[in-house]
């Protein structure tokens, strides 16, 4: 004990044992809204999982919400929650609470439905360590339930760590992995991370602004209050600390108590029955859309970890998650599954310069030949969409701005270079753009990709048409198939 309790108070002084930085280092203004962050992070998890969009539930199913109560009955409730941690209600936590409740008619229904994929596993995780299961609750304010989620000060996953702390807490952080965004594993490590500050503060919610802060600005909070619980150090916590550990509270109501105000959890279709596969060799996921015909955006859903679609698997072994359904052929079709186009699937070329698209920073300079639009974004919007919508990439849109992440806020202005005159989107009849008509070469027939698509499933919907042909006649990459994207066919 006094091992580790000596390797805790090291980690908090040299600032390593932090799972994110506060965003109010130096500055007492936030960089952003904890809601607004939420917001952010659905869409992310809507767009990576091939989910193009958010569909809030339909109208007759959120006519009535039963939250214009007083705040004496929040508080009643918020007193009646059975827990070990302090619940404290005071005017910082209903402010939170009219949020996440009188005004998350949006938000509730998403994060009631995601909960239903890892709250399992973390209550499993939570009472293997001993500690409350209340604490599954902080995923949903650290990350929305999106386990590629990335702040902008750089914390990444369900639990958002930061990079060092990820590595101190034993997580593997690569160029082709991170187990930050591994569910089971970053669950663990918030759960031992969890359990070392509870044994430093003996106190929940000490531990809880610790977890947020770091451990330094707890102390140093402690030493100039003379105070030694969170209510009392309160006025000496970073405002994003002071907003919280309510925040916390706020959203365990929301999830104790969401029937109370008929909140109806969005019905999500999650993957069921996962076994997992150790990968023997180097795998891309669009080796196994071609071979098996598993769709690239579940593979991403089921291995978040994977950051360029590869399963480095040159040294060692790693896991894969996939649908048991599958199991049996991919051990029968191993081999011929890794060396499926496996020059074009790992030339180094084309990695590097995934990775090298991966840290923009400056923003580059108009492209010859180019016309220069600025996009403000709207609400609901997504770089993927944007960049569908103007015959880019999102890499181009990321370099062109110096964007680090995908995250975007309503009103920016994003710099877009189009080829020939500058194109005006089309509009539907409510004034919303859609996508440019995409001119076609009466020499072939056409194919609209559907939603599950891969190469393989359209040829097999065609006499004489490989996946290969349809691969090389369009010179696309088999794992960025969108929907609604038109295909060649050759005609036979």
């Known amino acids: 004990m006094k091992k580790t309790l000596l390797i805790l108070i090291l ?16 500055n007492a203004k936030k960089t952003y809204d904890m809601v607004d962050s939420l917001e952010v992070f659905l869409k992310q998890w809507y767009y990576y999982t091939g989910r193009d969009t958010i569909c809030y539930l339909e109208d007759n199913d959120r006519t009535y919400f039963d939250t214009d109560l007083p705040d004496s009955v929040f508080k009643e409730r918020i007193e009646k929650i059975a827990t070990p941690i302090n619940v404290a209600y005071n005017a910082n936590v209903q402010r939170w609470i ?67 702390t990820g590595l101190n807490m034993g997580l593997e952080i690569t160029s082709y992995v991170d187990e930050r965004m591994d569910p089971e594993k970053s669950t663990d490590a918030a759960c031992r991370y969890l359990k070392l500050l509870y044994t430093t503060y003996n106190d929940w919610t000490l531990a809880l602004a610790a977890y947020n802060a770091g451990p330094g600005r707890i102390n140093g909070a402690m030493k100039r209050s003379g105070k030694s619980t969170y209510w009392e150090i309160y ?44 990968v023997k060799q180097q795998l891309h996921f669009a080796q ?84 220069a639009i600025t996009y403000t974004v709207k609400s609901g919007d997504v770089l993927g969409s944007i960049a569908s919508r103007y015959g880019v990439t999102v890499a181009n849109l990321k370099s062109w701005n110096g964007l680090y992440s995908d995250r975007l806020q309503i009103g920016q202005k994003l710099k877009i270079y189009t080829k020939g005159s500058a194109p005006k989107p089309n509009t539907n009849s409510s004034g ?36 290969n042909d349809i691969i090389s006649l369009n010179g696309i990459d088999p794992s960025k198939l969108r929907v609604g994207q038109k295909l060649k066919i050759r005609k036979k």
Do not use: C
Not at 307 to 330: E, G, N, W
């Open 98 to 164: 009219d949020k996440y409740v009188k005004r998350g008619h949006k938000l509730a229904p998403k994060l009631l439905g995601l909960s239903h994929q890892y709250f399992p596993m973390f209550e499993e995780k939570l009472d293997a360590y001993d500690i409350p299961l209340e604490l599954k609750y902080l995923a949903v304010i650290e990350s929305a339930l999106n386990p590629k989620a990335k702040s902008p000060a750089g914390a990444v996953g369900l639990w958002q760590f930061m990079y060092k």
């Open 288 to 371: 196994l859309d071609s071979v098996l015909g598993i769709p690239v955006e579940e593979t991403r859903e089921l291995n978040p970890q994977y950051k360029l679609d590869i399963v480095p698997a040159v040294s060692q072994y790693y896991p894969l998650k996939m649908q048991r359904k599958y199991i049996s052929k991919f051990m029968e079709l191993e081999d011929s599954i890794y060396h499926f186009q496996d020059s074009l699937m790992f030339n180094k070329q084309k990695i590097n310069q995934a990775i090298a698209n991966s840290k923009y920073g400056v923003p580059s300079g108009q492209p010859a030949g180019t016309n």
């Open 11 to 26: 980690l908090s002084i040299s600032g390593l044992l932090r799972p994110q930085e506060a965003d109010t280092i130096g």
């Open 235 to 278: 006025p000496y916590l970073p405002e994003e600390t002071r907003n919280y550990v309510p925040g916390f509270i706020a959203m365990m109501y929301m999830f104790e108590y969401y029937n109370h105000h008929n909140f109806k959890p969005e019905k999500i279709e999650f993957y069921e029955d996962i076994d997992t596969v150790m």
């Open 432 to 467: 919303t753009p859609t996508s440019t008509p995409q001119k076609l070469d009466p020499a072939y027939e056409y194919y609209t990709v559907q939603q599950g698509d891969t190469p393989a499933k359209i040829a097999a919907k065609y006499n004489g048409v490989s996946a």
